[in-house]
């Protein structure tokens, strides 16, 4: 998968590329990620990217011509990509748009500055994406978050066990982990992950996590379709919580 970012600070976006998981895979050829500095699309001396708005108002507009520039130097030596605009107007980023956005070949994410950018650029932009309700100084955060999460949706970066456990995966939270030692504290590892029962092990962690999501996002429980394994856990569940009440 080939991703792209353009951005003013293409330094601070750089590092997204050069740590974990994912400088594994853009060193093991699964992922390319570029970073494009949009004042190399000016023309100018000084590398002007933002002007006056017109109608007046406060602060500063990205300027359209540098990103038109850069769109015709991407399509004619890559081809057309999917384009995502940061904005705290798009839909809001979750586990699914992550799963959506990593089906595509190529993903450009454009990260926005100052008040705004140009509404013309809105012309190249496929999908604007919010990863919360509140505006950050610049679009650099979110689409660095935007990579790392599309990242692990991408064959071969990440176990695929590892994603199908992650929490949201299947609209519930994740279960308890532990590892060594196996008492801390006072504070000792359940036994039944120590059992070997492989079997037990699985009923406890999907029971855990069905108790989680109930507890702290009821709203993906509600939305969540129940396999067998999830009716095994809740009668198990039930049953722990009636002796409890005795």
């Known amino acids: 998968m080939r991703i792209g970012i353009v951005t003013i600070f293409p330094d601070f976006v750089k590092v997204i590329k050069e740590y974990g998981v994912i ?6 050829g699964l992922l390319q990620i570029d970073v494009f500095n949009l004042r190399d699309f000016t023309t100018d001396k000084h590398k ?31 081809g057309k990509p999917y384009v995502v605009l940061t904005s705290p107007q798009g839909r809001r980023f979750d586990n699914k ?8 070949e190529q993903l450009v994410i454009i990260c926005g500055r100052y008040e705004g950018i140009d509404e013309r650029v809105m012309k190249f932009v496929d999908d604007e994406i919010s990863i919360g309700d ?18 692990r ?16 995966y299947n609209d519930l939270l994740d279960y308890p982990h ?8 006072g504070l000792t590892v359940p036994e039944v992950l ?7 092990v699985e009923l406890w962690r999907r029971k855990e996590s069905l108790k989680k999501t109930m507890l ?17 856990a809740l009668i198990s569940l039930f049953k722990e919580l009636m002796k409890d009440a005795r």
């Open 23 to 28: 400088a594994q895979a853009v060193e093991n």
């Open 48 to 78: 002007v990217v933002d002007d006056y708005p017109y109608g007046g108002g406060p602060g500063m507009v990205m300027k359209p011509e540098p990103f038109f520039r850069f769109f015709e130097f991407y399509t004619s030596n890559y």
């Open 97 to 104: 748009v992550a799963m959506e956005l990593a089906t595509r």
């Open 134 to 151: 509140y505006v950050l100084t610049g679009g650099e955060l979110p689409a660095m978050i935007i990579v790392d999460a599309v990242s």
């Open 153 to 168: 949706f991408v064959p071969g970066v990440v176990e695929e066990e590892s994603v199908k456990n992650d929490s949201f």
């Open 178 to 185: 532990f590892t060594r030692p196996r008492e801390i504290n």
């Open 194 to 200: 120590v059992s070997g029962n492989h079997e037990e």
């Open 216 to 232: 702290k996002r009821p709203d993906l429980f509600l939305k969540h379709q129940f396999d067998e394994l999830d009716k095994k």
